[in-house]
Structures are given as C-alpha cells and as structure tokens.
C-alpha cells in the first residue's frame, strides 16, 4: 500500500497529475483567456451578447456614415450658385411658372359643352345648308345653374349674313333641330370658316357666349351630308367687328291701339370719327306690309359711344294690322359735313327672328306692360335686304 502513495507524491513534485478512472480532476483556465474576462463580470451570458450585437450594429452605422460622406460629391459654392431671382431669361421663367393666360385658358377650356350639326353643299345650286341640331352638358351661366341658349351661325366670308335660332329657356341640353342655307360659291368654299356660337339669352344685360365651334370648310368633304359632334371651344380673338349694343323698352295697348317705343341708351358703339368717337341718334321706323310708314328720331349726343337718350315715341298701331308691321329701330352717326352713317340696325316683328323675334312676342304675350331688353346692333345691309329695303332709304315723316 506505500508504493502508490509514494509514487503519486513523486508525480505531483514533477508538476504532473494522474487521476484514477475514479478520480475526478479539475482544470484552471488560462489568465487571459475570453472565458476568464468574462468570469470576472457579474451579468447573466444572454446580457452580454445584448450588448455585443448592439455595440455591433452601432459599429456598422458609423462605418457607413463616413463612407457615405466620402463618396458624395460636394456641394458648389456659393459663388458658383444661381437664384432665379438673377436671371431674366424669359425662358428659364416659364419653365418654372406657366403663364397665367395658359393656366386660364385651360380653365376656360373645359366644361363648355358639345353641339351637334349637319351639313349638306349642293353643287349645282352652289348652296350650303346648315343644320343645328342640339346641345348637352352646356355650361351653366345663370344663378340657378341653368342657361337661356340660343345659336348664332355665319361664315367668315360673309360676316354680315347671320342667322339665330330660337331662345331655350333654363336648360343645359337644348333641341334646336333648325336649318339655314348659305349662298357659297364652289370657289370660296375652301375660304370660308363655318362659325357656330351659343350664348345665354339676357333680358337686361349683355348676352353671355358659352363657346362656339369653327369649322374651316377645306377640311371638310362636302361630297357628302355630315353629320357629327363637336366640343365647343372659348371664342376665337378673332372676331367680327362690333357694331354696339341698344337697350330700349317695348309697350303696345291692344284696346287704344298704342306702340310704345322707349329708347333708354346704347354702348360700346362702332368708332365713326377720327377722334375715336362718334355723335350717335337713334331712328325709329315703322313698316306695314313691307311698305314705309312712319318714322321719329331721337336727339343727337356729341362726342361718345355710350349715350344716354330715355326718349319715347307712341305711335298709333291698330291692333288688326300690329301682325303686319315691322319695326326698324337704328343707331346712326350725325355728321355736319357729310351725310349721316348708320352704325348698325336691328327689326323687330312678326318677321323677325332670334332675340329680336322674343322680345316681340313678348310685348304681345303681355299688353300694358312695358319690356326692356338690351340687343345687339346688326348691320344694315343685312336688316335692309331682311325687309326688302334699300340702303339708307328715307321714309317720309308722320307724326302718328
């Protein structure tokens, strides 16, 4: 039994340790092993790897934070920047600011509506015949959301040739379903322009135009009847020239047999003169069954084109013969040295048509009442050859 005991203390003086296969031994790590650092910190095994994976992914911010910095290019300086403010480049502006007028007319440019017409040319007649059919979705013009639309139809070669429909009242989708035939040579039909222009019907103020369609005739094959739609458009800049406006008052008595005529004022009438102006009067003629009848004139105003008259005139009008007479109410521009120029005309009657028409038929529709309306002046030529008339003929003066 003393030999192992002696042999085991030899070993152990040697530095070296055997165990038994029933001994247990125990191993003591090395000082500056990871083990023995993290021996010595009082925190539980899943604490520590929290903080290293965080430390970690705080490391890898860092490191792209300064590649990033690196590797971007650097800012100009100061002198070397531009401020719209320095340039004047008309072109540099638009292209950061559309222009108003575009932005507006692209407002203006929706919503206006569609029309839908005809056309038919007949060669041998050399005649173009215009159908206007209707309107939907048209534009809404008055304070209850509706419109009062009528429309006006000519062509550009002949301005002073125009004709008007019938007037809707309070709807967006009128039905006109009228016709109107135009005298066109074959030779200037690739000339012309077809103008279509719908506007909203006023009793004392100016006629609002909801938009139009021009259809320049060239681009059409008129060997065959068309029919078709079309949106309507903001009016074109170019327009006829405008001849003015009169506002004036209708009153017919059936029992007495009276026509009051109450001419009130006119505007934004034609330039006569060459100082810009022009020395506006009125006319008042009355026809009866195409034949001259009766006429009075208003004073003249000196040195304008927005004259004030509120002047009347009663004329005796039986009313068995009130469906045979025509009413020419004209503006004309006095001069001293030369004769006197009509500005523009306008009939009223039983043969009239359009606004014009209207306001007849609703001086008879209610009797007693006196109506007012403003109308567009007309050219003369074109109220003349309606009534059969001569250019600036004179009617004899009657007093009734």
Not at 4 to 29: C, D, F, N, Q, Y
Not at 92 to 121: C, F, H, W
Request: with cysteine.
């Amino acid at each position: 039994m003393g030999h192992p005991r002696l042999a085991m203390a030899v070993a152990a003086r040697k530095g070296r340790t055997t165990a038994s296969p029933h001994t247990s031994i125990t191993t003591t790590a090395w000082p500056g092993s990871l083990d023995s650092w993290l021996s010595w910190i009082p925190l539980p095994k899943w604490a520590l790897i929290t903080v290293a994976v965080a430390g970690a992914i705080l490391l890898l911010v860092f490191l792209i934070c300064i590649i990033k910095c690196c590797c971007t290019k650097k800012k100009p300086k100061k002198k070397d920047r531009i401020g719209l403010c320095t340039v004047s480049n008309p072109t540099t502006i638009n292209l950061v600011q559309p222009e108003m007028e575009d932005l507006e007319q692209a407002v203006e440019q929706k919503r206006r509506g569609k029309l839908q017409y005809s056309l038919e040319y007949n060669f041998r007649m050399q005649e173009l015949k215009v159908g206007v059919k209707q309107a939907v979705e048209l534009k809404a013009m008055d304070s209850g959301g509706t419109s009062d639309p009528y429309v006006i139809v000519y062509l550009t070669s002949d301005r002073k040739k125009r004709y008007e429909t019938k007037v809707y009242r309070k709807t967006l989708n009128p039905i006109f379903n009228e016709s109107f035939t135009f005298q066109v040579p074959h030779a200037e039909v690739s000339e012309s322009t077809l103008v279509m222009q719908i506007y909203d019907f006023n009793h004392f103020s100016k006629h609002d135009i909801i938009g139009e369609v021009r259809l320049p005739l060239a681009s059409v094959d008129l060997q065959h009847v068309i029919e078709q739609w079309s949106d309507l458009a903001v009016v074109s800049k170019v327009e006829e020239e405008h001849l003015g406006e009169i506002c004036f008052s209708l009153r017919y008595v059936p029992s007495t047999g009276k026509l009051t005529v109450l001419i009130l004022e006119a505007r934004q009438l034609k330039r006569m003169d060459s100082d810009g102006l022009s020395d506006p009067f009125v006319k008042v003629h009355l026809i009866l069954n195409r034949k001259k009848w009766k006429k009075k004139r208003t004073s003249v105003k000196k040195n304008t084109l927005s004259p004030y008259f509120n002047e009347v005139f009663v004329f005796e009008v039986p009313f068995s013969q009130i469906q045979n007479v025509d009413v020419v109410i004209s503006v004309w521009d006095h001069d001293k040295v030369t004769k006197n120029e009509p500005i523009g005309k306008l009939l009223l009657g039983c043969r009239a048509t359009g606004n014009q028409l209207r306001h007849w038929s609703d001086m008879l529709s209610n009797p007693r009442r006196p109506l007012a309306q403003w109308h567009i002046l007309q050219p003369p030529e074109v109220v003349d050859k309606a009534l059969g008339l001569k250019s600036h003929l004179k009617l004899p003066l009657h007093s009734r």
